[in-house]
């Protein structure tokens, strides 16, 4: 989007993947020892900003492969923030190349604060032009502060149409440690799915979503159904796919009758499919970026099905 | 510390706390809005660069007055990345410069995930010397993802002799909305705490404390001598001192018998100290160190009532 675009993020969401017929999140997690040999040599040396030009390097020549193929990449801040502020320059960088590629874009950042802290975390993060210097359209948060810790951010997101994904009920497997205790027959992740929900209330546009969305794991398909029934106005982020054992038919649960609803991430089978069969003895290294198309192709083919629900 | 010095954290912050006789954490927290007029002019113009300058100059000020004070600083990171990465530079150069004149040094990031991801936030924060870009002694992390996303960080602080301090029992009036919620007569906080007490075994250093600590409110002292208790080899962290409310009486239960075993974080009230009564009329917008000195003087008196216990 541009700085004057005010379509809501939930419904520019809804539109990319009307245009591009897919629910794919490409997540764009660079790991310096799993690069492709010709964007390694690029971090020789060994210098931050050698690494940080080959995470750049590498996360643009996905987005040149997936911009028509999906409607959302998800950066994932961590790797980038270890290489430090040579790391942070790079994660601006793909964040725009992206937004630039037509491209929606999610910062994994998992933030979290209260107050004017939080504040401060949004406006880092979320809006495009020239409002935030990273320029989001929309970020991961988490949940644990409580109410004051999420109402910051959603009053960014008011002011710049932009989003976030609340952590709701994570993919891995000590996510039930908090999340999945009982108070009174209520989960905590269903008393986060009820706050998500409240905060949605008055903020819905044209496509029957507002601009706070959830994370739900693929990892666990009964809950993913709750949680579509208990957030309809909520975009679903769903990570857990592919390399954490969620297949299609576990994540069927988070789409609503049209197939919309919900995107889901796929990071190193992706990103990293050069290194897997079948596409090692087909591409090998050297056509790695053929490897990240062929296996994008894919994902989309196995979750249209979706649509047949 | 420099790159070779092994001893722990829990370790070296009670060597600090004994050194200077004060639990007072000062929270570098800047707010352009609020900045001295002579530091203010130096983000003249607006440019992140410019307003980088000015945070770096106003925290340098603050640490060349508190060093010999306080043990340990807290920078505020939500502050820095508003800036983008300019900021990010800045808060690199501000840990540094607080290593550099003998303090310890939380960075207050709030970061959480999982696995690898988690590995990577820790090895960006967390390590002096050449291990981190940003060099801290500790983190704060919050716990929402469950153990396997604190345990990630805490086999960083063993190779790198630092600390995280979890968010248990936070300061917020909405901290509760999930944190309070009991399951079977334990409370979600108290769950937390039993999860950072598990992480510290085999762990404890001399001073009795381990490299996990907890971060609990002085808003809800009940819960805080609750949660002395319940973390026995924990260093506690305990924010809302002061501008959120907490007294000086409120914030006795969380130190141990030796008046050791809690830090009491502070920020607006000490680095903005020339905004109030008696300093604004004592000191002055020119004279803000001096209300800084003063402040944080007074604020480790009150604080030296814990050795009568």
Same mark, same amino acid.
């Given at each position: 989007m541009n700085a004057t675009d005010s379509t809501s993020f939930a419904d520019r969401l809804a539109d990319a993947v009307g245009r591009t017929r897919s629910v794919t999140c490409v997540g764009l997690d660079p790991r310096l020892d799993q690069l492709p040999r010709a964007i390694a $040599? =690029?971090?020789?040396? *060994?210098s931050p900003d050698a690494k940080a030009a080959a995470y750049t390097q590498f996360c643009r020549e996905i987005i040149d492969v997936v911009k028509d193929r999906v409607p959302i990449v998800k950066p994932q801040a961590a790797f980038f923030e270890q290489l430090g502020p040579a790391g942070m320059i790079a994660l601006g960088d793909v964040i725009r190349y992206a937004s630039e590629s037509g491209l929606l874009v999610i910062t994994d950042a998992k933030r979290n604060d209260i107050g004017s802290t939080a504040t401060a975390y949004a406006q880092a993060y979320l809006?495009? *032009?020239?409002?935030?210097?990273? *320029?989001?359209d929309s970020l991961t948060i988490s949940p644990y502060l409580g109410r004051d810790s999420l109402e910051p951010f959603v009053e960014v997101c008011d002011r710049r149409a932009s989003g976030v994904f609340v952590l709701?009920?994570?993919?891995?497997?000590? *996510?039930? =440690? =908090? $999340?999945d205790r009982v108070t009174d027959g209520q989960t905590v992740y269903g008393r986060v799915a009820e706050l998500v929900s409240e905060l949605n209330q008055g903020r819905i546009g044209a496509s029957g979503y507002g601009p706070v969305g959830a994370v739900v794991g693929a990892t666990y398909p009964e809950q993913l159904a709750e949680m579509r029934a208990a957030m309809p106005n909520s975009w679903i982020l769903i990570p857990g796919f592919g390399a954490q054992g969620g297949s299609a038919a576990d994540v069927l649960a988070g789409f609503d009758s049209e197939g919309s609803g919900a995107i889901v991430n796929n990071s190193r089978n992706l990103i990293?499919?050069?290194?897997r069969e079948p596409f090692v003895q087909k591409?090998?290294?050297?056509?790695w970026q053929d490897a990240v198309s062929e296996a994008t192709d894919e994902m989309n083919q196995l979750l249209l099905q979706r649509f047949s629900r």
């Open positions: $040599q =690029l971090a020789d040396g *060994g809006g495009t *032009g020239d409002a935030s210097p990273w *320029g989001s709701v009920k994570t993919s891995n497997p000590g *996510g039930g =440690l =908090l $999340q990293f499919a050069y290194r591409y090998g290294d050297a056509r």
